[in-house]
């Protein structure tokens, strides 16, 4: 059986995904003997190549993400949403309640902390906030989620391990659920 | 007292008439999933997440506020009804905005562990992101609309067993919302007591006290039947 391709995304998250995947600790030699990790934010790695399995952290919150993740879908065999942010949007989400003006403004305009002449950042080079964060899949299909702030590292092994294996993960069946 | 015969998935039975549908598979330990209902108080099938089917009858019931009636036939684990309880979960998480992360109930809420229950991985539905309020005038205690799922569970037991009847329901479908008297802040009630019954009642972290931080709820449904039992007692 040839490696597999395995690449983690960080998108509209806290990176808190990524830190649960790091605690699979020495089951990472686990994972290394079947897949290689081709792009990730702790390899060095630029433009995504084509990949069996991959793993997305973060919700969709602005317009390159956008065009990130219509990337991924078309470079991943199999796309999985992972953590609560990339399949319900989750604390990410918390800023749809609001018209996205008043959002910046109370971050840039009203903040105690601001001096006098606070203002909102409009660099070209910066990207576009989009008026509401949506989860993964309102955007591309997903093949498989991963529920949990953070999913438990127990939980991500699971689910590697099962589709690296060729197999399919069930996780109600492995009471393996968790939101929050 | 005469007992009448009756079939749950299969199990023949012999219950006494007059039982509701889900105290009979309580007592069976046949597991019947519920959220709207609470020991102690009235049902009202709010939820709909007790419907079982019933032979002879298109319509699904709540097994919550069906009586029990000789030579019925019932199923409450069909396809048909596991698709049901799955859908109600779902959008019980989109009606509202459940964060589960920074939520004060996070690891002992009711609607977690239904979740956990039927299986829910992921929403189906578009989330409706609603701009909810949170009342945090009273001394001691916060309503976090975000949270809520209308069961009702705080208004019954204000009502039925505080006799304060602070609580009650305004407007309907997505719009309904649990308000404080005439729609004031809780802060103001002039029928609140304060008692705390509503914050053991409630399933979720939408009614809960000041004094704790994320994930340090503590809840004791159970107390309210426990009272209404000891109320009966003649000393």
Known sequence: ?180 | MNTIPIIIDEKKLEVDPGKTILEVCRENEIEILTMCHLKGVLDIGACRLCLVEIEGINKLLSACTTKVAANMIIRTNTDRIKKYQRITTELFFAERNHVCAVCVANGKCELQDLGYKVGLDHIRYPHLFPQCEVDTSHPWYVMDHNRCIMCTRCVRVCNEVEGAHNWDVMNRGHQVRVISDFNSPWGESVTCTSCGKCLHACPTGAIWPKAIVQGQLQKNPGMINELVEKRKMKL
Not at chain 1, 72 to 97: E, P
Not at chain 1, 100 to 123: C, I, M, R, T, W
């Open chain 1, 1 to 180: 059986m040839s490696k597999k391709k395995l690449a983690t995304v960080w998108l509209g998250g806290c990176s808190g995904c990524h830190m649960s995947l790091l605690d699979i600790d020495e089951r990472i030699l686990d994972v290394a003997k079947l897949a290689d990790i081709v792009k990730s934010p702790i390899v060095d790695g630029k433009e995504m190549p084509e990949v069996d399995i991959a793993l997305v952290e973060g919700s969709i919150t602005s317009d390159e993400h956008y065009r990130e993740i219509l990337h991924i879908r078309k470079k991943a065999k199999t796309l999985i949403a992972f953590g609560d942010c990339a399949v319900m949007t989750n604390v990410t989400g918390m800023r749809n309640y609001f018209p996205l003006k008043e959002v910046f403004d109370a971050a840039y305009v009203n903040a105690v902390s601001n001096d006098a002449e606070g203002q909102v950042p409009g660099h070209p080079s910066l990207l576009k906030l989009n008026d509401k964060v949506v989860p993964l899949q309102e955007v591309v299909n997903v093949d498989f989620v991963i529920p949990g702030c953070p999913p438990n590292a127990d939980t991500i092994f699971y689910v590697l391990f099962e589709f690296l294996n060729d197999r399919l993960p069930d996780l109600g069946k492995a009471k393996k659920l968790k939101y929050g």
